[in-house]
């Protein structure tokens, strides 16, 4: 039975890395492979599912973690991300810099892909929480969680966007209730939880060992640090690009200047570009050789190995279920279930998420299999669209390649992990739903 498949596979993997410390891809490897001969593969089709999901996730986010952790990384050795995390602390106060922090993580996330979002903006985090002397995931959960919200709730990200079309939803207002929607939910899940956490959880619970390959917790003059404008230019320029594609793609569908803004705005491009750009401006312009840039780029590189290992991992792990059909079995014991369309889109997505990690299967299976509600129901389409984006960003658990972004990016343990990261997708999710049914009322 699927669902018991689903259950092995996890509680094997927690089992494996939990009690025998083994590590985490060899763990998700041999937890895929269990699962797809428990659905009846044989061990050579189980090995090839397992291989396409690490090509295809591994594949898919190399340009980017490498770029992203080595401009993350030429930020924090030259002084720039301290520079700009002391003006951000100088300007709005030690009191108010989480929100400072949420805010740019909002503003970000509209058009940044979660993963991207995390790796150009954790080093930030760290430097922010350095220079305000709070706790790293006092600054850093309520980013990730602005992140991860705005990638499942609002266009013009591609999975949201997506889903709309699906419900045949108005982009603009599935734009603007998705906006009513996060805001709440991020502040609820992000600033308020970890203030919570703060009072209740065990003294240092907040405090997280940096990855040293990741970040350098260098205190620079302030004759070391570069300008504002050059270190602010360098992390928010892929930002930039992809804002660009996004608008472009938006106002003139058919400019001729697509054929350099689909290419300048993909995630990957964009931060090799941002690499290139700012290995000029923080690096040679300020003394560094090519051949310091180049030691920086591989210094990065060593730090983000394991972690793309392990995210490669956690994708073979959810195309074994894929391809077990999982999805479609889930699916099918929901559709006929008597609750609330609203209610049924999000609990169909949040048990895919659970089930098979990905947010985006789980919001593009649940719009597919709920989208003809949209017509016999009258329910707003838009509403459904988000239903369909708050199910599939709840419970992040292991068989989410962001769960182990996070956890690696934060060096925290499983347990950890679980406690902060997949109860703030969680809230966010409910919240979410809470919203939506209240929208419901009115729209």
Excluded at 35 to 55: D, H, Q
Excluded at 116 to 124: C, E, K, M, N, Y
Excluded at 152 to 166: D, L, M, Q, S
Excluded at 338 to 356: M, Q
Aim: charged share 10%; net charge positive; glycine share 8%.
């Amino acid at each position: 039975m699927p669902i018991v498949s689903v259950v092995v596979g996890v509680v094997l993997l927690l089992i494996l890395m939990m009690f025998f410390n083994f590590s985490a891809f060899t763990s998700l490897i041999i937890a895929s492979l269990t699962v797809g001969m428990i659905e009846g593969m044989t061990p050579v089709e189980a090995v090839k599912a397992v291989e396409t999901g690490l090509g295809n996730s591994a594949g898919s986010l190399i340009m980017v973690i490498i770029f992203g952790a080595a401009v993350g990384k030429l930020l924090t050795d030259t002084g720039g991300a301290q520079r700009i995390a002391t003006t951000m602390v100088n300007t709005f106060g030690r009191k108010h810099v989480q929100i400072a922090a949420v805010v740019t993580a909002f503003i970000v996330g509209i058009a940044m892909f979660f993963e991207t979002g995390v790796v150009v903006l954790i080093p930030l985090v760290f430097s922010i929480a350095m220079v305000a002397e709070v706790p790293s995931l006092y600054v850093g959960l309520p980013v990730i969680t602005a992140l991860i919200t705005m990638h499942g709730f609002v266009p013009p990200h591609p999975g949201a966007t997506a889903v709309a079309e699906i419900f045949k939803a108005n982009l603009g207002l599935t734009l603007a209730y998705g906006i009513i929607v996060a805001v709440p939910a991020i502040l609820v899940a992000g600033p308020l939880y970890t203030r919570l956490l703060k009072r209740v959880a065990k003294p240092g619970f907040l405090n997280v060992e940096i990855p040293q390959k990741l970040y350098t917790q260098k205190v620079f003059t302030e004759e070391e640090m570069p300008s504002f404008i050059r270190s602010i230019i360098c992390a928010v320029l892929p930002i930039f690009f992809i804002l660009l594609k996004t608008a472009i793609d938006f106002l003139d569908p058919k400019a001729s200047v697509r054929i350099i803004t689909n290419f300048t705005g993909s995630a990957g491009p964009a931060l090799f570009i941002t690499f290139l750009v700012s290995a000029l401006l923080l690096g040679m312009s300020r003394g560094k050789t090519i051949k310091d840039i180049g030691k920086t780029l591989n210094e990065s590189t060593a730090g983000i190995a394991m972690i793309l290992l392990i995210i490669a991992g956690g994708g073979a792990f959810k195309q074994v279920l894929v391809d077990g059909q999982i999805d479609k079995y889930i699916s099918n014991l929901m559709v006929h279930a008597p609750v609330s369309p609203l209610v049924l889109t999000w609990l169909i997505a949040i048990i895919l998420r659970l089930s098979l990690g990905s947010a985006t299967v789980a919001s593009m299976t649940a719009a597919g299999i709920a989208a003809p509600l949209a017509h016999s129901t009258g329910i707003s389409p838009e509403l459904l669209a988000l239903a369909a984006g708050a199910g599939s960003v709840g419970l992040s658990q292991v068989s989410d390649a962001g769960f182990w972004i996070v956890k690696e990016y934060f060096n925290m343990s499983i347990k950890k992990t679980f406690a902060t990261w997949t109860v703030s997708t969680t809230i966010v999710s409910i919240i979410g739903l809470i919203i939506l049914l209240i929208l419901d009322i009115f729209v």
